[in-house]
């Protein structure tokens, strides 16, 4: 999962070029939910081989206040958040979030409190892996109560735009983050 994180990391496209830290990629948007929310994370596989996942945070602001509290402590020493250290602009990013992820948190929370992050590798899309990850991961949320999930999306990443939209999302206003906003109201199973 953290070499597929890192082979999508950016807008779909490998990230290896634009960091420094490659780690960086999956302890901001894969490990602390891995962590967090296990129950939330799904995977799709082939032959035992895991081609793309998804993740989810249930109530997006609890979500970042624990992590504040229990992830975000395990870098301070590994992974500093100060000036005067030399990264990319990438890393510089990531590392912020990473120490401070209410930056990550999206706005319209009152609609669509939770949010997701998903990547596939380039091979496993256009063949059904990605609706299947998203079926599951919007009937979870249901169960657990969520009203509703979105997600961000880089502006150039036209690919999974179209791919979120064919698969139901709505577009949502932009905030106050570069990426482009999708939302989905969600039934509850009850």
């Known amino acids: ?20 830290d490659p780690d960086l990629m999956a302890h901001v948007f894969l490990d602390p939910y891995l962590l967090l929310q296990p129950e939330l994370a799904f995977v799709a596989e082939v032959d035992g081989i895991v081609l793309g996942y998804v993740v989810a945070a249930l109530d997006s602001e609890e979500f970042f206040a624990r992590w504040q509290l229990e992830w975000a402590p395990r870098f301070c020493v590994s992974h500093p958040n100060t000036p005067h250290v030399v990264v990319t602009r990438a890393d510089s990013l990531l590392r912020a979030y990473l120490h401070h992820p209410r930056l990550l948190l999206p706005s319209g929370l009152t609609v669509h409190p939770s949010h997701l992050h998903m990547s596939l590798l380039a ?9 299947a990850l998203l079926r599951t991961e919007f009937a979870a949320l249901a169960r657990a109560g969520s009203p509703g999930v979105q997600l961000g999306v880089q502006d150039d990443n036209t690919g999974a735009q179209a791919f979120y939209e064919a ?11 570069a ?5 989905r109201h969600l039934r509850s199973a009850a």
Do not use: K
């Open 1 to 20: 999962m953290r070499e597929i994180c890192l082979s999508t990391g950016d807008g779909g496209e490998p990230a290896r070029g634009i960091l420094d």
């Open 167 to 177: 698969a139901g999302m709505v577009r949502l206003p932009p905030d106050d983050h």
């Open 179 to 183: 990426a482009v906003r999708y939302g």
């Open 123 to 131: 091979g496993a899309r256009r063949h059904g892996a990605g609706r």
